[in-house]
């Protein structure tokens, strides 16, 4: 799979340099602001803005990079995204965890990773029907370079019951890039919101418990 790492303050001049890239508006691969957290109606930066000063963090004239899922031909599934939110002198100020369901719910966690990008987080969100709501995230947010690595762990009544992590190595962002990455991984969007199924059958023949699914108070700031 391939995902999109940007500098949310370099979305307008990417949508105007890629050929196939559309932010807001049709395009082969897009990002559209209504995916994610805060107004549909304003860029992500500002809906990212207003949910961190909800927080009492202000991030004027700092840099944002923002690891997500595109649209691919209109579709987009993002288990996760990833907000790497520095302050104006250029330090890891926070880092918000943005996370989607398959109930077309979403919730931000809000964490303050240490020098080696690890943080902690109390589950809030219904994610899957085999595990309950409650317990902690143990994360991982290293600044990513030439390399990407993310983790999370849930940890219920003292153990692991779930891990997952995702490592990635840096490719430039330019249309021959994603011509190549669209030949490789066709609608892998698709893919992922069908793995996510299929493995789910797979649990549910196995018998594993199910957890009755419960709407989500939407947070202030997110929608």
């Known amino acids: 799979m391939y ?9 307008p001049a990417l949508d105007r340099s890629l050929r196939l890239l559309g932010v807001d508006r049709a ?9 994610h ?6 860029p992500i930066r500002d809906s990212l803005g207003a949910f961190l000063a909800l ?17 691919v031909f209109g579709h987009v599934f993002n288990p996760l995204s990833v907000f ?17 369901n398959t109930h077309g719910e979403h919730h931000c966690y809000l964490v303050r990773p240490d020098a ?7 589950k809030r969100f219904y994610v899957s029907p085999f595990l309950t709501v409650d317990g902690g995230y143990r994360m991982s947010f290293p600044a990513p370079g030439d390399r990407l690595a993310v983790r999370i762990e849930l940890i219920q009544d003292g153990r692991r019951v779930f891990a997952a992590s995702l490592t990635g190595r ?6 021959a890039t994603l011509l190549r990455m669209l030949a490789r991984h066709p609608l892998f969007t698709l893919k992922v919101s069908a793995l996510i199924r299929v493995q789910g059958m ?22």
Request: net charge negative; with cysteine; aromatic share 4%.
């Open 202 to 223: 797979r649990l549910w023949l196995r018998r594993a418990g199910h957890v009755q699914h419960e709407p989500h108070t939407s947070q202030r700031g997110v929608g």
């Open 55 to 71: 927080h009492g963090i202000d991030l004027s004239g700092g840099r944002v990079l923002f690891l997500t899922n595109a649209r």
């Open 170 to 175: 840096r490719r430039p962002l330019n249309d």
């Open 84 to 100: 790497y939110c520095h302050d104006a002198a250029g330090a890891l100020a926070a880092v918000v965890a943005e996370v989607h």
């Open 37 to 42: 957290l805060g107004d549909p109606s304003l």
């Open 27 to 35: 395009g082969v691969h897009g990002i559209r602001s209504g995916d």
């Open 3 to 11: 995902m999109w790492l940007v500098d949310l303050d370099d979305l």
């Open 116 to 122: 080696d990008g690890r943080c902690d987080a109390e």
